[in-house]
């Protein structure tokens, strides 16, 4: 007939509404303790400036947007708050993951696609929000966090049309996920 209660398993996550709330206390510590917001885009300049550097560094004179970082950042780009955010995100998230017994080596997709196309999918989206943020001069964390939590007009804009372009789209791609 059908499982019993008992033979379910059912994987626990944090309220979200407590998760809101401790992701405001995190953006309030960051600008507290380092005077900035939260954000991930500038974590990965830093890391593609320093790979472009130390492969070809004749080329960093004839790439204006490498150029330009170095001449704005001084010293190595790797020892910027950004880049250790993100390492903490990284470690606290694999951390995260054995605690609650859900890291595994595994895709997890609809049984309508395949783990390649959910891979390509993930990877075409993560590949076109990264280009996004460069055009919109952040990521979501940096430009929608970040600046809705200083009452940014720009930073409410931002959250509006990523939700927006995400509701919009979701109806095309939502076979891909349930």
């Known amino acids: 007939m059908g499982e019993s209660n008992n033979t379910i398993k059912r994987t626990k996550y944090l309220n979200p509404y407590l998760g809101g709330v401790l ?15 939260l954000g991930a885009s500038g974590a990965i300049k830093s890391g593609v400036v320093t790979v472009v550097t130390a492969v070809n560094p004749a080329s960093v004179e ?8 170095r001449e704005s950042h001084t010293g190595n780009p790797m020892k910027t708050w950004l ?19 859900r890291l595994k080596l595994k895709v997890e997709h609809s049984p309508k696609i395949t783990s390649n196309k959910r891979l390509t ?21 940096g430009s929608a ?14 959250m509006m049309a990523i ?3 995400a509701f ?9 996920w349930i």
Do not use: D
């Not at 992701?23 to 917001?37: E, H, K, P, T, Y």
């Not at 880049?83 to 017994?101: H, K, P, Q, T, Y």
């Not at 999918?121 to 964390?141: D, E, I, M």
């Open 23 to 37: 992701l405001g206390l995190v953006l309030l510590a960051a600008n507290f303790v380092s005077g900035r917001g």
């Open 62 to 69: 004839n790439s204006g947007f490498v150029k330009e970082y």
């Open 168 to 176: 919009a789209f979701a109806y095309f791609f939502r076979k891909n």
């Open 83 to 101: 880049v250790f955010e993100m390492l903490g995100v990284l470690v606290g998230g694999f951390i995260s993951g054995i605690f609650a017994g």
């Open 163 to 165: 939700f927006g372009t």
């Open 121 to 141: 999918l993930a990877l075409g989206g993560g590949v076109l929000f990264g280009f996004g943020s460069q055009l919109g001069r952040g990521c979501t964390s």
């Open 145 to 158: 966090l970040s600046g809705m939590a200083v009452l940014s007009l720009g930073g409410f804009i931002t």
